[in-house]
């Protein structure tokens, strides 16, 4: 038995077809489409496309398409879309359109954004038990290298096999990592996708973690984010005898 934390640190494809399975069908579905996972965004970038949805009778009809979308594979979704999910929990399960502000550049802030309400999608209260997930991800893997004394972040990795018109690609895997900081006052989630990555030890965790961390520490410094609880400084080595 382990707890939900657990399942998104290790990743547990049986745990997530397990937790999924005691949802009904036609439910999960529903909520996919609710979600808008077949949807063009509503920004303002062009080119932005829809991902793509098995129908209702498909996923309600074959076990095994609810069981792979339950660890986010049988669809397909943009970076972008998934940006705006985990979005949607850092704003307390409000979605938002995405739209265009300022890149990072040396010597430049972050333009403000446009104070859109969204719309509410999910229970506040489930989103910020999901964001506690998240951030004991991030504190317990060590390892994963995005953790900062004082600041509190959370974050999932991610790795996917690639398809091409519906058969997927041997070898061919997407891997990313996503992170929401701060977990007490969310003002950015950050995103880092690599397509089709090269070597044996290649994983969000691996790959794209180590990038998104450079991006955590830049926009640490240029927005001038404050410590979220204060940093306990390392004890002094003792002196030689």
Do not use: C
Not at 26 to 42: C, E, F, Q, S, V
Not at 73 to 94: V, W, Y
Request: charged share 15%; net charge positive; no cysteine.
């Amino acid at each position: 038995m382990i707890d939900f934390p657990t399942v998104l640190q290790v990743s547990s494809n049986v745990a997530m077809v397990q937790a999924m399975s005691r949802l009904p069908r036609d439910r999960y579905w529903n909520w996919l489409k609710r979600l808008g996972i077949d949807a063009p965004i509503d920004t303002d970038l062009p080119g932005a496309v829809a991902g793509e949805l098995k129908s209702r009778q498909a996923f309600t009809s074959q076990a095994i398409e609810p069981a792979v979308a339950a660890f986010g594979q049988g669809f397909s979704l943009t970076p972008l879309k998934l940006l705006q999910l985990h979005a949607m929990l850092a704003n307390g399960g409000r979605l938002v359109s995405p739209h265009i502000t300022r890149g990072l550049r040396s010597g430049d802030a972050l333009a403000s954004t446009s104070a859109a309400p969204g719309v509410t999608m999910l229970d506040p209260k489930a989103t910020r038990t999901v964001m506690g997930w998240m951030e004991q991800v991030v504190e317990r893997s060590k390892s994963l290298g995005i953790a900062i004394p004082g600041y509190r972040i959370g974050g999932k990795t991610g790795t996917a096999q690639k398809a091409d018109r519906g058969v997927y690609i041997p070898g061919a895997l997407i891997t990313s990592f996503v992170g929401h900081l701060p977990i007490n006052d969310p003002r950015y989630v950050v995103l880092v996708v690599v397509d089709e990555p090269k070597g044996g030890n290649a994983y969000g965790s691996t790959v794209a973690a180590p990038v998104a961390r450079q991006i955590i520490d830049a926009l640490l410094v240029l927005e001038r984010i404050p410590p979220s609880r204060p940093v306990t400084p390392a004890p002094s080595p003792a002196p030689a005898g």
